[in-house]
């Protein structure tokens, strides 16, 4: 059963910093890894993602990478912003005909001005 | 292209009592999932739906089923309703065309059971 892990579970950080989430999964045999954010009490909205087959995507200030062979992901954010302050959900899509995510518990990010 | 929608977005329910909540997809995609967020076990998948078919379904008893229409607009019930049935419930539609593909979420729907 595959199981995803982010660390840390929250992160507090001064504007303008860089930073990494970390997002591991026990089961390589994914067909892609996507990166969400949530703000509070709100729906999810789709940041990167990112096939198997590739190493890395970015958007803006974003990157995520992908390294399959050891089941790790990472997202990073250049230059924090207050605005980056949200919940950011890692979730990896099995090599099936399904279209089941599975999730991992989620980082807390607070950006301070 | 209109996003994913979900109504109601709030709602309360007495325990005991039964919910229905709706989920209309982005036109044109057929696959709709349903997932259960609450703050201690985070996104847990409840099922999907292809084709007005459950094709896929999580670990969660009986007393939640789903179903989908021939528009693809989906349903999914909770009957008997319990306190720990409180949570954000979250619908993504999904397309496959060849090897890409789309999986977007909706707003969600909040349940608190009292």
Known sequence: KQEVTQIPAALSVPEGENLVLNCSFTDSAIYNLQWFRQDPGKGLTSLLLIQSSQREQTSGRLN??????????TLYIAASQPG???TYLCAVKENSGY??????????????? | KAGVTQTPRYLI?????????????ISGHRSVSWYQQTPGQ????????????????GNFPGRFSGRQ?????????VSTLEL????L???????????AYEQYFGPGTRLTVT
């Open chain 2, 89 to 99: 419930y979250l619908c993504a539609s999904s397309f496959w065309q060849g090897a």
């Open chain 1, 64 to 73: 995520a990478s992908l390294d399959k062979s050891s089941g790790r992901s």
């Open chain 2, 84 to 87: 720990g049935d409180s949570a």
């Open chain 1, 99 to 113: 279209s089941t995510l599975t999730f991992g518990k989620g980082t807390m990010l607070l950006v301070s001005p």
């Open chain 2, 69 to 77: 229409f021939s528009n693809s607009r989906s349903e999914m019930n």
């Open chain 2, 42 to 57: 985070g996104l847990q998948f409840l099922f999907e739906y292809f084709s007005e078919t459950q094709r896929n379904k």
């Open chain 1, 84 to 86: 980056d302050s949200a």
């Open chain 2, 13 to 25: 329910k007495t325990r005991g009592q039964q919910v229905t909540l709706s989920c209309s997809p």
